[in-house]
């Protein structure tokens, strides 16, 4: 089954701070690669999401970066706020594309 | 709001017992995607109904099952439960089969084994 492995697990950064958050898969026949944000008491949202036709993606504050070789990609989150303290998670699609692998999440505070 | 209803939103129960967590999909969405989030597991992802069918199943339990209804509306079943089943189980649906594009999360049960 897929591995992902994100990191780091946690993160505090300063308001107006960027915020970098890593991603690593094996393998997947599906280029989809989404962010996932989850609120306390809530269920995870999807953020952002990247086809690595590009190698990056921008909306707002949020980044994207895709690297196909090293099968990684990171979320930056640009200016941090502390409406940004959440959980992050990246996944990966499975070989079939049916299913999701999520990420261990990654708990990011912003210190205002 | 996503759209996705979960009921119930809490549930405490004890060792052994059976419970019965339920989805309410999007409307309009055919696939309903059922996870579980613990502490130390992440999400994991357990399975998935498209239109009433199996389409995917994960790392979910013999004693776990789950359905979709013709009403599209989807049940996971937990039976003979453990303290370690002890988690925030989720829901989530998306408009086609393809579980890897956007899936839209409800706000999940907590589930807690006494």
């Known amino acids: 089954q897929q591995q992902v492995k994100q990191s780091p697990q946690s993160l505090i950064v300063q308001k107006g701070g960027i915020s970098i958050i890593n991603c690593a898969y094996e393998n997947t026949a599906f280029d989809y690669f989404p962010w996932y944000q989850q609120f306390p008491g809530k269920g995870p949202a999807l953020l952002i999401a990247?086809?690595?036709?590009?190698s990056e993606k921008k909306e707002g504050r949020f980044t994207i970066s895709f690297n196909k070789s090293a099968k990684q990609f990171s979320l930056h989150i640009m200016d941090s706020q502390p409406g940004d303290s959440a959980t992050y998670f990246c996944?990966?699609?499975?070989?079939?594309?049916?299913?999701?692998?999520f990420g261990g999440g990654t708990r990011l505070m912003v210190k205002p | 709001d996503s759209g996705v209803t979960q009921t119930p939103k809490h549930l405490i129960t004890a060792t052994g017992q059976r419970v019965t967590l339920r989805c309410s999909p999007r409307s309009g969405d055919l696939s309903v995607y059922w996870y579980q989030q613990s502490l130390d597991q992440g999400l994991q992802f357990l399975i998935q109904y498209y239109n009433g069918e199996e389409r995917a199943k994960g790392n979910i339990l013999e004693r776990f099952s789950a359905q979709q209804f013709p009403d599209l509306h989807s049940e996971l079943n937990l039976s003979s439960l453990e303290l370690g089943d002890s988690a925030l189980y989720f829901c989530a649906s998306s408009v086609g089969s393809s579980g890897y594009l956007e899936q839209f999360f409800g706000p999940g049960t907590r589930l807690t084994v006494l």
């Open positions: 990247i086809r690595p036709d590009v």
């Open positions: 996944a990966v699609p499975d070989d079939a594309g049916n299913m999701l692998t």
